[in-house]
């Protein structure tokens, strides 16, 4: 119901899965059965990000479940029907101790909830927190040397700033910015474009449960889900909004790299192009002339700029808060 099963993917399983404790707070749990049974069921063909707007909007996907699905709506099974198999769904994961935020908790990561495509629900191993100060690196799977050593440089210096580093788990930039900041004893964050249970590719099985163990591994896909390219997509849309900033690398003209950019210039998050994309991409030049888009010709360049942007983040924060004291 939730995920096709991923054959021929190596399955993740948690390092210290314990016993389901229960019991399940009763609201927490109906509420997300009906996140769970809209996003299922999808009444009306809504998409997941309308379903997750008018969650937000009312604070209780109970109660859009009960405006779109009327008992007696034809083609789509009844509440109870519905509702139940979600339920049930929910306190599997329980059981199965699958830790999962959904966009209704308290502890849903701040940088993600204010952003548009915010996933609806996420899927997690490791340490979720909620106000994570993180710098997206992002870049080629079929990196150059001189790419792996400016990503690996990079997440070694982000570190250095208490700085969180994202990336995708890929072969290629990806995987030279986690195991930087790995071996730096810096937290890393692995957004994944499958189910929690799968690893994709299949050779960083052990690079993924080290995450899970120092950092985090997110999904926010059903856990069974395969790799599939639309998946890929949506996986940067949400790493661009973990992400306080979003770092460049090496990125081709059908990368998904190049999408990550261009979704956080949409989401107002800045992006740092190195000189490198820049001299090879005639998509990164028609980028440079946007706000909040930066180039860097070394890895010190990237850090000013990331101070710069914290710099004005804080600021802009403290302002915030000054008016909001004065208009209470």
């Not at 059981?95 to 899927?123: C, G, K, M, N, S």
């Not at 390219?229 to 059908?254: H, I, K, P």
Request: with cysteine; proline share 5%.
């Amino acid at each position: 119901m939730f995920g096709k099963q991923c054959c021929g993917r190596r399955r993740y399983a948690p390092p210290h899965a314990r016993p389901y404790a229960g019991p399940v707070n009763t609201t927490a749990l109906e509420e997300h059965a009906a996140l769970v049974a809209l996003l299922s069921v999808r009444p009306g063909k809504l998409g997941w990000s309308d379903i997750t707007a008018q969650v937000i909007e009312t604070g209780s996907a109970r109660e859009i479940w009960e405006r779109h699905v009327p008992a007696t709506l034809p083609g789509i099974p009844s509440d109870n029907d519905a509702v139940a198999q979600a339920r049930e769904q929910v306190l599997g994961w329980h059981r199965e101790d699958l830790a999962f935020v959904t966009i209704l908790d308290d502890d849903y990561p701040d940088q993600l909830r204010d952003v548009h495509q915010a996933p609806p629900i996420l899927f997690f191993r490791g340490k979720l927190l909620t106000a994570d100060k993180a710098v997206s690196v992002v870049g080629s799977r079929n990196a150059s040397d001189a790419g792996l050593d400016f990503a690996a440089n990079t997440a070694r210096a982000l570190v250095a700033e208490r700085l969180t580093v994202a990336a995708g788990l890929a072969s290629g930039i990806d995987t030279a910015a986690h195991t930087a900041a790995l071996d730096s004893a810096g937290r890393t964050v692995a957004v994944i474009g499958t189910g929690i249970r799968n690893t994709y590719p299949a050779e960083n099985t052990m690079l993924q449960a080290t995450i899970a163990q120092r950092g985090l591994v997110v999904s926010q896909f059903w856990p069974d889900a395969p790799p599939q390219r639309q998946n890929f997509l949506m996986r940067n849309a949400t790493m661009s909004g973990y992400g306080l900033a979003t770092v460049v690398v090496e990125a081709g003209e059908q990368s998904g790299a190049r999408a990550q950019a261009r979704i956080a210039v949409e989401h107002g998050r800045p992006v740092i192009l190195s000189s490198m994309v820049v001299r090879a991409n005639e998509w990164a030049q028609r980028l440079i002339d946007r706000p909040g888009v930066h180039i860097a010709g070394s890895v010190d360049e990237v850090i000013d700029t990331i101070r710069t942007i914290t710099r004005e983040d804080a600021e802009l924060d403290e302002a915030l808060s000054t008016i909001a004291v004065s208009d209470g």
